[in-house]
């Protein structure tokens, strides 16, 4: 009789389709989670929810109507709790999507297309990290791709300039007024600096990523953009995307990965 009321008598291709996609599921949101202090909350619900189950099939009337009454209450609860993660999630998602290439038919229609990067721009760039990492000058520099990252921008100071190594330099340089924050650039542009980015919330970073290599990491989990990291401790490069970091051996491999990454390069 337990068996039967567990399925296990009748079970057919879609329960098993069924199952393998839960699964699927299950370990793709821990794939996501992984670092973040939700996962812990996250693998609590699905202790709750399997002793539900349990619960169900040994006919356990109090403890099923208790347990339904605190996962159905819990909703809003897990919605407040899961809402950075939720946001990161759907921001990703969407980014993502609209990042699958200059060519994809909801991008044309819509008209989101990457912003340009020239090669000039790219030279300008790698230039003025070679020199800041060698004079160990900390630099946060945001490259927009589909997203035109208003958000960013609106954090900070206006400026919609060249892009010129002495600039970029200028602007990060320790007495700078503008030097504490990010510099975003979008359409062979400098957009705007001290601009705020959000941090990321991963809690398993290297004791060696400070609060700049954090909020790259941040804004790029929440965007489809790139970000150059130069530290200020060790004058290492870094590069940033999708909410993961690739330290540059000197400023010609970043000169490679930026000309091969999907920032709307124009093509000579």
């Known amino acids: ?3 039967y009321n567990i ?5 057919g291709l879609i329960d098993i389709l069924d199952v393998m996609v839960v699964t699927v599921l299950i370990f793709l949101i821990l794939k996501w989670m992984k670092g973040s202090s939700a996962v812990s909350i996250f693998i609590a619900i699905l202790l709750l929810f399997v002793i539900k189950m349990v619960a169900a099939v040994l006919n356990m009337k109090l403890l099923t109507q208790i ?7 819990g909703v809003i609860a897990i919605i407040i709790i899961f809402q950075p993660e939720i946001r990161h999630f759907l921001i990703k998602l969407g980014s ?3 990042s699958l290439g200059r060519k ?8 989101m297309t990457p912003y340009t990067l020239s090669d000039e721009a790219i030279n300008e760039i ?16 945001v490259l927009a791709n589909v997203s035109n990252l ?3 921008v609106e954090t900070g100071d206006a400026i919609d300039a060249r892009i010129e190594s002495r600039l970029i330099q200028n602007l990060f340089f320790k007495n700078s007024p503008l030097h504490d924050g990010a510099l975003i650039i979008r359409n062979n542009r400098l957009v705007a600096a001290r601009c705020t980015l959000p941090n990321t919330q991963k809690v398993n970073l290297p004791p060696e990523y400070g609060m700049r290599h954090k909020a790259a990491i941040g ?3 929440e965007t489809d953009a790139v970000v150059v990291v130069v530290s200020e401790e060790t004058g290492r490069i870094s590069y940033v995307r999708a909410g993961e970091i690739q330290t540059m051996e000197n400023a010609m491999a970043l000169k490679v990965v930026l000309e091969k990454a999907n920032i709307g390069h124009i093509e000579q």
């Open 1 to 3: 009789m337990l068996l």
């Open 7 to 11: 399925g296990f008598l009748d079970i």
């Open 150 to 152: 208003n958000e960013i």
């Open 126 to 141: 790698t230039d003025a990290c070679r020199l800041m990492s060698a004079q160990k000058t900390g630099a946060l520099i």
């Open 96 to 98: 993502d999507y609209r």
């Open 219 to 221: 804004i790029t989990e």
């Open 67 to 73: 347990m339904g009454a605190v996962l159905d209450m």
């Open 104 to 111: 994809h038919l909801i991008n044309r229609i819509l008209g």
